[in-house]
């Protein structure tokens, strides 16, 4: 056995003793990347400070936070409380290194941590609490409704780096640690399609089922298919090393 597994099978170890969720992790691959005893302790402060903002700002408005006002509202509400310099080094080191020892191979979509989305650029959808870029995305969604019908409905659109960065640090936290497990879940907080095109649709009714292969049973997807203006980012087997997505919506 290599130095390599050793040490993976430690923090793996360890990180199933911290974290409440350990079903999951069981059938992970000993060859998988998990965070030392300390980083899952930052992971786990940050993921509940984040969770505090969300609760703070709103869901909707949360989906367009960006860095430097989720900093201002944390310095100015003791509710939400100062991000701690641990967190903020996490912050900067997920937004900043490289996936690719993951699994991860996406390209990054944003290069600027601070990352402003103007209302201006977005229109709201009723009835979801998520927002479309106007122009493409916005005239495809709507394209999408009319031709496969109102059984459909928007489940994510525009994501700010920090939403994405709370879906992250979520899906770690709920990983016991596994970066490669939740990597492969969800796109680190540069990475994601929705901070500058893609969305994702559902079928209504269907909760978390519209997160999983499930969706691609449907008669929604099914009609999906068939439309030429869209594409589907995640395909099986896919090139970015990203799970099986059929509700996510590529804009081209």
């Known amino acids: 056995m290599d130095i390599i597994t050793i040490m993976n099978r430690r923090n793996f170890l360890t990180c199933l003793a911290l974290s409440p969720i350990i ?5 992970a691959k000993s060859s998988d990347i998990y965070l ?5 302790r930052v992971i786990t402060q940050l993921n509940r400070r984040l969770k505090r903002l969300k609760s703070f700002v709103g869901f909707a408005n949360f989906n367009l936070l960006s860095y430097r006002q989720a900093l201002l509202y944390a310095r100015n509400y003791s509710k939400i409380g100062m991000f701690s310099k641990d967190e903020l080094l996490m912050i900067e080191r997920l937004f900043e290194e490289k996936p690719n020892s993951y699994g991860f191979y996406g390209v990054r979509t944003c290069s600027d941590i601070n990352n402003f989305i103007s209302k201006k650029e977005v229109v709201k959808i009723p009835k979801t609490g998520h927002y479309l870029f106007k122009g493409k995305a916005q005239e495809d969604y709507n394209a999408i409704i009319k031709d496969v019908g109102n059984s459909l409905i928007l489940t994510s659109g525009v994501r700010n780096v920090m939403k994405q960065l709370s879906l992250y640090c979520n899906k770690i936290y709920n990983c016991g640690g596994n970066m490669t497990k939740a990597t492969r879940s969800i796109a680190p907080p540069a990475y994601s399609y929705h901070t500058i095109s ?5 079928k209504k009714g269907w909760g978390y089922k519209n997160f999983t292969s499930e969706f691609a049973k449907t008669r929604e ?8 203006y869209i594409g589907m980012r995640y395909t099986k087997n896919n090139k970015d090393g990203v799970r099986f997505e059929p509700w996510h919506i590529e804009v081209i």
Do not use: A, P, Q
């Not at 997807?221 to 030429?228: A, D, I, P, R, S």
């Open 36 to 40: 030392c005893r300390e980083e899952f």
């Open 198 to 202: 893609d969305f994702d649709v559902g």
């Open 23 to 27: 079903t999951s992790d069981l059938m």
């Open 221 to 228: 997807f099914y009609e999906m298919t068939k439309l030429e």
